[in-house]
């Protein structure tokens, strides 16, 4: 039971995913693809705690922390560059 | 224009820690589990990423002194180097030794001469990730 509720939930992300990749191919502006790639990231560590539930291991949590260290610098790079039009500065005023 | 950005720095601030408390994890974790010299050293480099994005380049650069083109050199330099070690035994090109050693502490500890070659690789990673990050994102 406790297995097919996991498959399910997998399958579930993945019309999720499917869903926030139209968004991505289709989205009208800039903010709309980096909300809908943050959405998928997101997806994804979901996706990579449920499988390490259906295969009983630890192996796969480090990938989640590193997935979602990369998610969050990913999401404050696009943020910044949408704010500013620059991503690192050479100094900053004030 | 001032542009507040208080909550950036706040969080900067702590998850800086978090993520090099997780490069340093991954690093010794290395040997029989998923981690290494290479995955460390990424870590490492996205948590000064991570600072240079928050925080301008002059900040960065005075808090941290360090040319990272040094650091890559280093790092090449320390990974030949133990692999050259090998050589003064009558063992091959980049061989590794371990044993076990009864520590003060940590009590029974595996000790392994590929520490030192992955800290090589680290120090490579880091320095070539942050060289490569500053001369991509430095505007004209």
Not at chain 2, 42 to 50: E, G, M, P, R, T
């Amino acid at each position: 039971m406790i297995t097919f509720m996991l498959v399910a939930s997998l399958i579930l992300f993945g019309v999720a995913v499917g869903i926030a990749l139209y968004r991505i191919i289709a989205g009208p502006t800039l903010p709309d693809r980096i909300t809908a790639m943050d959405f998928i990231g997101v997806n994804l560590i979901s996706v990579i705690g449920v499988i390490s539930v259906l295969f009983n291991t630890l192996a796969f949590l480090e990938a989640i922390l590193v997935m979602a260290i990369l998610l969050f610098i990913s999401t404050v790079a696009f943020a910044r560059y949408i704010e500013r039009g620059v991503i690192i500065e050479r100094k900053r005023d004030r | 224009m001032k542009i507040n950005d208080v909550i950036l720095h706040s969080v900067t601030k702590v998850a800086v820690f978090i993520i090099l408390t997780l490069a340093v994890y991954l690093f010794f974790s290395g040997h029989h589990n998923p981690g290494g010299g290479f995955i460390g050293g990424l870590i490492l480099s996205s948590a000064f990423v991570l600072l240079f994005l928050t925080f301008d380049v002059e900040t960065v650069k005075t808090a941290v002194p360090v040319d990272f083109k040094t650091v890559a050199a280093v790092g090449a330099f320390t990974a030949v180097a133990t692999g050259l070690g090998s050589l003064f035994f009558g063992q091959p090109f980049l061989s590794q030794a371990f044993g076990y050693f009864g520590l003060p502490i940590l009590g029974e500890t595996e000790l392994a001469t590929v520490t030192l070659f992955e800290s090589g690789i680290a120090l490579v990673v880091v320095g070539v990730v942050v060289t490569i990050i500053l001369s991509i994102g430095e505007d004209v």
